[in-house]
Nanobody, 118 residues
Framework: QLQLVESGGGLVQPGGSLKLSCVVD????????FSWYRQAPGLERELVAS????????QYSDAVKGRATISRDNGMRTVYLQMTNLKPEDTAVYYC???????????WGQGTQVTVSS
C-alpha cells in the first residue's frame, strides 16, 4: 500500500528548530525525487525544498535557504527536513511529495502541522 507518512511537526518557539520525517512505503524509493511543500492558511501550497534521486541534488526556496536541510535515507525509505531559526511565517502544514522524474507519478502525504509561536 502506497503511503507517505509525515511526522515531527508541533509547536516551536521563534528561533527554535525541528526535524520533519516522511516515511515512505509502496513505491521504489530510489527512483523518486522528494520534496517538502507547505501551505499556510489562505495561501497556496509552496515548495520548500527538494532532493533528487540518483545524486541527491538539493534545492531550497528563498524563504528557507540557509535555515533548512533536506536529506534522504534510501535504506530507511525516509526523507527529512531539518529547519533551524524558525520564524512565525514558517507556520504551515508541511507536506511530503514523491515524484518519479519523466512520469506523471506524484504522491502526497497527509501533512504535519508546524506552528511557530511564543
Amino acid at each position: 500500500q502506497l503511503q507517505l507518512v509525515e511526522s515531527g511537526g508541533g509547536l516551536v518557539q521563534p528561533g527554535g528548530s525541528l526535524k520533519l520525517s516522511c516515511v515512505v512505503d509502496g513505491l521504489t524509493f530510489i527512483r523518486y525525487t522528494f520534496s517538502w511543500y507547505r501551505q499556510a492558511p489562505g495561501l497556496e501550497r509552496e515548495l520548500v525544498a527538494s532532493i533528487t534521486n540518483g545524486d541527491s541534488t538539493t534545492q531550497y526556496s528563498d524563504a528557507v535557504k540557509g535555515r533548512a536541510t533536506i536529506s534522504r535515507d534510501n535504506g530507511m525509505r525516509t526523507v527529512y527536513l531539518q529547519m533551524t531559526n524558525l520564524k512565525p511565517e514558517d507556520t504551515a502544514v508541511y507536506y511530503c511529495n514523491a515524484h518519479r522524474p519523466q512520469t506523471v507519478f506524484t504522491y502526497w502525504g497527509q501533512g504535519t502541522q508546524v506552528t511557530v509561536s511564543s
